[in-house]
């Protein structure tokens, strides 16, 4: 049962690792290419296989049995190779929840918010600001926006997020550098302070290394001053990305993507996977009659385990697949027109249409790639929360931040756009978003304010 979860889990690279060390350990198993599949089953023969002596046998059997004697009970029952029963199933969710891994940031939030005091429609809302921060742990929608949603008073909305920004990380979930840096100063009880100032006031300054302007209004000696930014450099600006254990890594995709003729195809990258089957000449030896019972009772239980993980790996490629093709329903528009038609999705939308667990999809989605005619995203990519533009149609925050970046790359230089100005172009387009949103996305774009962007 873990091996099934962790070839769930396992990228494809990894995958192919595993299944390596699997057949060293499993005799009963080899490799085909699927060219030569049929060609070596019908010319194998019995006299063939009776070539191999008896005694070359057992000294193999003897070696494996030594090498895999701690695996042996776990595949001794005949269940695995049947329709897992409701029990199973449950056992196997429990276990893949109980998996040791680095928990993400929403997981950790989560945990807290557990034992938190908020109930009812503050504790949904508090869940839905989990979800909605960014991979630097930055709360990606206004407060506005959450108090519309919900249908809750903007004080209640801003109670709810002082209880999440209580959480550690410190200085998760706020809305802007400045907010984040002063929550941990907050914490440390260092408001007062002249970095707390600096921070307040002069952060523009900060980021400009003018220190000789911040001495001189802030009334204090410049090397005072000096101090207290490296005191604050030795904040976190990006809490949440302690929680981010991903690395570069050669990308292979697991599922492709194409445009058939009324349709779009799916399907899993099975390519990249070896063909397995069980070894002819050992099933052959099962049905010899003179061979030992020990040595059957042993071939019996690598066959299992064979089957078992071959059974593993073709669930593994249908969830995907399946996963893959609800994506591919809701995300039509965008591989038709592009980004900024991307729609809003939740990974628990996707797990009731599949019949999975949402912590499956998640778990199943990690480190996995699509390949579509616009390039090819990671599937966490195509979870984003959202907005409703003015017909009413759900809209993807990335189309906000899209539509953002390509209004200052068209900008005029010498009269850049403000956000209120970003305001009202987005309008024109059928956005409707709050200034405060524009000022959040510019700053994740890493896009200065309009006077700074003047040329």
């Given at each position: 049962?873990?091996?099934?979860?962790?070839?769930?889990?396992?990228?494809?690279?990894?995958?192919?690792?595993?299944?390596?060390?699997?057949m060293?350990?499993?005799?009963?198993?080899?490799?085909?290419?699927?060219?030569?599949?049929?060609?070596?089953?019908?010319?194998?023969?019995?006299?063939?296989?009776?070539d191999?002596?008896?005694?070359?046998?057992?000294?193999?059997?003897?070696?494996?049995a030594?090498?895999d004697?701690?695996?042996?009970?776990?595949?001794?029952?005949?269940?695995?190779?049947?329709?897992?029963?409701?029990?199973?199933?449950?056992?196997?969710?429990?276990?893949?929840?109980?998996?040791?891994?680095?928990?993400?940031?929403?997981?950790?939030?989560?945990?807290?918010?557990d034992?938190?005091?908020?109930?009812?429609?503050?504790?949904?809302?508090?869940?839905?600001?989990?979800?909605?921060?960014?991979d630097?742990?930055?709360?990606?929608?206004?407060?506005?926006?959450?108090?519309?949603?919900?249908?809750?008073?903007?004080?209640?909305?801003?109670?709810?997020?002082?209880?999440?920004?209580?959480?550690?990380?410190?200085?998760?979930?706020?809305?802007?550098?400045?907010?984040?840096?002063?929550?941990?100063?907050?914490?440390?009880?260092?408001?007062?302070?002249?970095?707390?100032?600096?921070?307040?006031?002069?952060?523009?300054?900060?980021?400009?290394?003018?220190?000789?302007?911040?001495?001189?209004?802030?009334?204090?000696?410049?090397?005072?001053?000096?101090?207290?930014?490296?005191?604050?450099?030795?904040?976190?600006?990006?809490?949440?990305?302690?929680?981010?254990?991903?690395?570069?890594?050669?990308?292979?995709?697991?599922?492709?993507?194409?445009?058939?003729?009324?349709?779009?195809?799916?399907?899993?990258?099975?390519?990249?996977?070896?063909?397995?089957?069980i070894?002819?000449?050992?099933?052959?030896?099962?049905?010899?009659?003179?061979?030992?019972?020990?040595?059957?009772?042993y071939?019996?239980?690598?066959?299992?385990?064979?089957?078992?993980?071959m059974?593993?790996?073709?669930?593994?490629?249908?969830?995907?697949?399946?996963?893959?093709?609800?994506?591919?329903?809701?995300?039509?528009?965008?591989?038709?027109?592009?980004?900024?038609?991307?729609?809003?999705?939740?990974?628990n939308?996707?797990?009731?249409?599949?019949?999975?667990?949402?912590?499956?999809?998640?778990?199943?989605?990690?480190?996995?790639?699509?390949?579509?005619?616009?390039?090819?995203?990671e599937?966490?990519?195509?979870?984003?929360?959202?907005?409703?533009?003015?017909?009413?149609?759900?809209?993807?925050?990335?189309?906000?931040?899209?539509?953002?970046?390509?209004?200052?790359?068209?900008?005029?230089?010498?009269?850049?756009?403000?956000?209120?100005?970003?305001?009202?172009?987005l309008?024109?387009?059928?956005?409707?978003?709050?200034?405060?949103?524009?000022?959040?996305?510019?700053?994740?774009?890493?896009?200065?304010?309009?006077?700074?962007?003047?040329?």
């Amino acid at each position: 049962m873990r091996q099934s979860l962790e070839i769930l889990l396992a990228p494809l690279q990894d995958l192919q690792a595993l299944v390596s060390k699997e057949m060293e350990l499993n005799p009963t198993l080899e490799v085909v290419e699927p060219a030569q599949e049929r060609v070596e089953i019908e010319s194998e023969t019995s006299q063939e296989l009776e070539d191999v002596s008896e005694r070359e046998f057992e000294e193999e059997y003897e070696v494996l049995a030594r090498l895999d004697e701690d695996n042996r009970e776990s595949f001794q029952r005949g269940e695995i190779l049947q329709k897992p029963s409701a029990d199973a199933e449950a056992k196997r969710q429990f276990m893949l929840e109980s998996i040791t891994a680095t928990p993400t940031l929403q997981q950790h939030l989560k945990e807290q918010l557990d034992l938190s005091s908020l109930e009812g429609i503050e504790r949904q809302l508090g869940e839905m600001m989990i979800g909605s921060l960014d991979d630097d742990g930055y709360l990606s929608l206004s407060i506005d926006d959450l108090a519309e949603s919900v249908g809750l008073d903007v004080e209640v909305v801003e109670d709810v997020l002082d209880e999440i920004q209580s959480f550690d990380p410190v200085g998760v979930a706020s809305r802007s550098l400045q907010e984040c840096l002063l929550q941990q100063l907050s914490r440390s009880g260092r408001l007062g302070t002249l970095e707390a100032q600096i921070i307040e006031r002069h952060l523009m300054d900060l980021g400009r290394h003018r220190y000789g302007d911040i001495a001189r209004k802030l009334g204090v000696d410049e090397d005072e001053v000096r101090s207290a930014a490296e005191r604050i450099a030795n904040l976190d600006p990006k809490p949440g990305r302690q929680f981010d254990s991903e690395e570069a890594v050669y990308v292979i995709p697991e599922v492709f993507v194409r445009k058939g003729r009324d349709k779009w195809n799916v399907r899993t990258n099975d390519r990249e996977l070896p063909t397995l089957r069980i070894s002819r000449r050992y099933r052959n030896l099962m049905n010899d009659p003179d061979t030992p019972k020990d040595v059957k009772r042993y071939i019996r239980d690598k066959v299992r385990g064979g089957g078992f993980l071959m059974k593993s790996i073709g669930q593994r490629q249908e969830t995907l697949k399946k996963i893959a093709e609800e994506i591919v329903e809701v995300q039509e528009e965008f591989l038709e027109k592009g980004v900024k038609h991307l729609k809003p999705l939740t990974m628990n939308e996707i797990a009731e249409k599949v019949g999975i667990h949402e912590t499956t999809v998640s778990r199943a989605v990690s480190n996995k790639y699509m390949q579509t005619p616009r390039g090819t995203y990671e599937l966490k990519y195509f979870f984003t929360p959202g907005y409703k533009d003015e017909s009413g149609n759900a809209v993807s925050n990335k189309s906000i931040k899209d539509a953002i970046r390509d209004l200052v790359d068209r900008e005029n230089k010498s009269k850049p756009l403000s956000d209120q100005g970003m305001v009202k172009a987005l309008q024109e387009q059928g956005y409707k978003v709050a200034r405060r949103t524009i000022a959040k996305y510019r700053d994740e774009l890493h896009i200065l304010p309009s006077h700074l962007r003047k040329e």
